[in-house]
């Protein structure tokens, strides 16, 4: 079952914040984040296992509710090269579902 | 290591025509992945591997499709009878079992693949 990432597209200006979810319809036991600019690969930003831990890499940083089924990704500050889509990994066992992305655009 | 290599980035073929494409992952690296990606839209899963084992297929995944991972290195996706709705990047990624590294997958850069 594919996880379900809201908003569709998020548009900002530079410094500003944004929160991107990711919700499943089953129990999660780890969750990847990845960022992909256009024409390019995803790249791995982190991942949060069962634990209900919160995760930081400069100022974009992540929360995993085991209860709610969700995790959601935090951008603090954005900068220009924010800019792309992310996209939500849910699995177990190392094999991945992604969901659909969602499109954060920065201006400056 | 210089990543994970997919070759050929771009194929165009005619509708009926075979394909196959090559991944080389991190070397380190003992678990390998297929997906494929269309406009818009996430990564699909279509197969991994462990070592040379491949774990698990899509259900979605049409017979035409084939992957081997022949000596737990390379691995190549065929597809056979090649359809319009074949069309899409096919994303490679390679990582670490479950258990030996919290360091994600890291993806190759893809090969799209355009049937005409």
């Known amino acids: 079952q594919q996880p379900v990432q809201s908003p569709q597209a998020v548009i900002l200006r530079e410094g500003e914040d944004a929160v991107i979810n990711c919700s499943s319809s089953?129990?999660?036991?780890?969750v990847h984040w990845y960022r992909q600019k256009h024409g390019e690969a995803p790249i791995f930003l982190m991942i949060?296992?069962?634990?209900?831990e919160q995760k930081g890499h400069d100022k974009i940083s992540a929360s995993f509710n085991e209860k709610k089924q969700q995790s959601s990704l935090y951008l603090t500050a954005s900068q220009l090269s924010y800019s792309g889509t992310y996209f939500c990994?849910?699995?177990?066992?190392?094999?991945?579902?992604f969901g659909q992305g969602t499109i954060l655009t920065v201006h400056p | 290591d210089t990543g994970v290599s997919q070759n050929p980035r771009h194929k165009i073929t005619k509708r009926g025509q075979n394909v196959t494409f090559r991944c080389d992952p991190i070397?380190?690296?003992?678990?390998l992945y297929w997906y494929r990606q269309t406009l818009g839209q996430g990564p699909e899963f279509l197969t991994y591997?462990?070592?040379?084992?491949?774990?698990?297929k899509s259900r979605l995944l049409s017979d035409r499709f084939s992957a081997e991972r022949p000596k737990g290195s390379f691995s190549t996706l065929e597809i056979q009878r090649t359809e319009q709705g074949d069309s899409a990047m096919y994303l490679c990624?390679?990582?670490?079992?479950?258990?030996?590294?919290?360091?994600?997958?890291?993806f190759g850069s893809g090969t799209r693949l355009t049937v005409v």
């Open positions: 070397s380190e690296h003992n678990r």
């Open positions: 949060l296992l069962k634990g209900g």
């Open positions: 990624a390679s990582s670490l079992a479950p258990g030996q590294g919290l360091d994600g997958y890291t």
């Open positions: 990994g849910t699995g177990l066992g190392g094999k991945l579902t």
């Open positions: 089953k129990a999660l036991y780890s």
């Open positions: 591997f462990q070592n040379e084992a491949q774990l698990e």
